[in-house]
């Protein structure tokens, strides 16, 4: 399957009228593929996007189109409706982040740059929100398994939620069979389901350990959405979220998120593979 990654903003550059520019930026997941063009901000509509694409691709147009910066969503689902590719939204467009990097610092030398503060992944970050009193569950707590447990059970077994996108697999990471996976396991009691299905609709990408006061577990989901998930005050919980943000830097961020009715292990409803981004 194809898939662009693709980013369509303003940047730290003006036409000879004075007016700013925005840039397209596509590429692939290996950066073997990079095209980019400029237009006015006047220009800046979903009409020049498709017809822009349709020059990048050459007559053949991806599957799909990632899109990481909110501001550039609309504008690239719209234009992905004028040719019939799907867009996407989401963080995980680790190539396209990198190459944009290096082009801000080309920026600088070019002739009509702006010298204004600018920095190409920085979007609005809101402060996070409670979750709905109805998705808070019975229980939750800190886990880890063995990379090899984790896609022997969770990869395997019926469960009627599961994300477990091929690049974020161990395997995939480099990681030995035996590293250790840390994880987020929620008890959700007769709520599980629906605590589930309201998770998969806001797509899960990281959960972090918040040292206090008050100690707490932000979830982030979607492009920019930041839910708090628990506080608390305990010491050895707080030890325990230590523990499991030390064990990410060894995993390269990647991680866990599993909820099932109760502890029985018996019956999952929703499993999803995370990393931060």
């Not at 596509?26 to 979903?46: G, I, K, P, V």
């Not at 990869?155 to 091929?166: F, G, K, N, T, Y």
């Not at 590293?179 to 899960?204: F, T, Y």
Request: with cysteine; hydrophobic share 40%; charged share 20%.
């Amino acid at each position: 399957m194809v898939i662009w990654q693709a980013d369509f903003y303003r940047r730290p550059l003006q036409s000879a009228a004075g007016e700013t520019l925005w840039e397209l930026c596509l590429c692939d997941a290996t950066l073997s593929f990079q095209w980019s063009r400029c237009c006015s901000q006047s220009e800046a509509n979903s009409t020049w996007l498709a017809e822009q694409l349709q020059i990048a691709g050459e007559g053949r147009l991806p599957e799909a189109i990632a899109v990481f910066r909110p501001q550039s969503l609309s504008l690239m689902v719209a234009a992905g409706e004028k040719l019939g590719v799907k867009v996407e939204a989401s963080r995980r467009t680790l190539a396209l982040k990198s190459w944009l990097v290096e082009k801000a610092q080309e920026y600088r030398n070019e002739p009509n740059y702006t010298h204004e503060s600018y920095e190409p992944l920085v979007g609005d970050r809101p402060p996070p929100g409670p979750l709905p009193e109805e998705l808070w569950g019975d229980r939750w707590r800190f886990a880890s398994v063995s990379a090899a447990y984790l896609m022997e059970v969770f990869a395997e077994r019926v469960i009627r939620i599961r994300h477990i996108p091929e690049e974020l697999t161990p395997v995939a990471l480099g990681l030995p069979s035996t590293e250790v996976i840390p994880g987020v396991v929620l008890d959700g009691g007769r709520q599980s389901m629906k605590i589930a299905q309201w998770l998969q609709e806001a797509s899960p990408v990281a959960i972090d350990y918040n040292p206090g006061p008050p100690n707490g577990l932000i979830l982030e989901a979607g492009l920019v959405d930041r839910w708090i998930i628990a506080t608390f005050e305990d010491t050895e919980v707080a030890e325990a979220g230590q523990t499991f943000q030390q064990r990410k830097q060894a995993t390269q961020g990647l991680h866990f998120l599993l909820i099932q009715p109760d502890d029985s292990g018996m019956t999952y409803s929703g499993f999803w593979l995370l990393q931060n981004s």
